[in-house]
């Protein structure tokens, strides 16, 4: 509610917005107290997307302040279908200016439009930088703020960003290890562990390696024979 206090308070009186918060489990009398927020240029309506949570709510990771709602973004086009733009905010932002100005930065043929974190001291941005790079494999000015964010919902639409975005959470299970034991979560993660450190190990050019030795003159005695013919004596 201070989100949309603050939106409201900065809202230009020229314009109309219309406000959709997305809820899956809200008590009726807090839906009642946010619609009754709206004013003669400020619509604000509380929006059901239970049907869309439900069916898809085991694919979503969520642990400590990453819930369920992190979640609720994906589907803004497909339940949104009379809009072809949107105007993202996450809940617990405070708005300072008017967001008419945000809406109608044009963003061409893009999916999105947000901006890129930095850090304003260096330790903290060298930091961020280092774990987008090794952690998520992304480069930093590709990493954009996900609690504002302009939204093409009929590019999300034509291209099919909703069911791209569920696919991937069935293919990489991000939650999975959380999910599921040990028993018979450890096998899998031994055989790739083993399967990357054999790959980290080998060499690209084991011929090159040891420069130093390769220099000597050496001379070899191989011992040829079956087992227990006394080989190793």
Known sequence: SASIASLIANADPERSYRL??????????????????????VSVQCRCITAWVTPNRELFYT????????????????????????LYLDSDIAVLGDVGELYDI???????????IYRDRENERRLKEEYLRKLMDISPDRYIIAGVLIMNLKGFRERGILNRCLEYLRRTCSGRICQESLFTLYPEFRRYKVKNKIVEMVPTRPEMEFP???????????HVGPTNSGKTY
Do not use: C, H, P, W
């Open 63 to 86: 642990r400590g302040r990453l819930t369920s709602v992190t979640y609720f973004r994906f589907f803004a086009a497909d339940e949104l279908t009379e809009y072809d733009k949107l």
């Open 106 to 116: 044009e963003i061409g043929n893009n999916i999105l439009g947000g901006v890129v």
């Open 212 to 222: 130093e030795v390769r220099l000597m003159r050496r001379n070899f005695v191989l």
């Open 20 to 41: 959709y918060v997305f809820y899956d489990q809200l008590r009726q009398e807090n839906i009642d107290r946010l619609n009754s927020m709206s004013t003669g240029n």
